[in-house]
Every structure is written in structure tokens, then in C-alpha cells.
Nanobody, 121 residues
């Protein structure tokens, strides 16, 4: 089992930045690819970013490419998402996940409970 706990969400104005963190515990963190997904009110959960277990490969949704950066620390067992140039449409609950490298919900085996990001216009 892997336990994931997100933090760092909050209210920010459009154009601002936030850094989300995910603390992992349980099975060896470095054996899993890690990802961020988000779910806006009334919408399906969607892929945001993913990083390979080695940290050498990353992938992003087109909507966040160039604005968000995913990174991982296998020593501290943490995953981060640096979000810059935030837009109101980035408002969502952000979830940390662990599993296989991919962009689908079904690629992930473990999920955190989420942290809310609200971007005001």
C-alpha cells in the first residue's frame, strides 16, 4: 500500500503561482510513476502531469504545458507541482496519484484525497 497526502492548495489570483506537494509513505516510493490529476466542479477528473519513477521522463496536459512543472524527490518521498501563470480555469481539486506512467485514471493504483486550488479572476 501507498499512502498519499497532498498539501499546498489555496486561493490565488489569476497570474499567480502555487506549489503543491504530495507526501508518500508505505511501499518504496521510487518504484512508481507519480502523477497529478484534477477535477473541476461538475467535470470529470483529468490528467495534469506525470513523472517516471526515475524522474527522467515527464508528461503534461496541453492545457498546462509551459506553466506547470512536476518534480519528485525519491529521498524525501515527495512529489511537487509548481504551478505558474494560473488561470481561473485551473480551479479544481488536485489529486496526487501513484502507479504506471500514463495519463489515464486507470494507470494509477493509489490516490490521495486531494487539495483544492481556487484561482480568482
Amino acid at each position: 500500500q501507498v499512502q498519499l497526502v497532498e498539501s499546498g492548495g489555496g486561493l490565488v489570483q489569476a497570474g499567480g503561482s502555487l506549489r503543491l506537494s504530495c507526501a508518500a509513505s508505505g511501499r518504496t516510493f521510487s518504484r512508481y510513476a507519480m502523477g497529478w490529476f484534477r477535477q473541476a466542479p461538475g467535470m470529470e477528473r483529468e490528467f495534469v502531469a506525470v513523472i517516471s519513477y526515475s524522474g527522467g521522463v515527464t508528461g503534461y496536459a496541453d492545457s498546462v504545458k509551459g506553466r506547470f512543472t512536476i518534480s519528485g524527490d525519491n529521498v524525501k518521498n515527495t512529489l511537487s507541482l509548481q504551478m505558474n501563470s494560473l488561470k481561473p480555469e485551473d480551479t479544481a481539486v488536485y489529486y496526487c496519484a501513484a502507479g504506471r506512467y500514463g495519463h489515464r485514471d486507470s494507470d494509477m493504483d493509489y490516490w490521495g484525497k486531494g487539495t483544492l486550488v481556487t484561482v480568482s479572476s
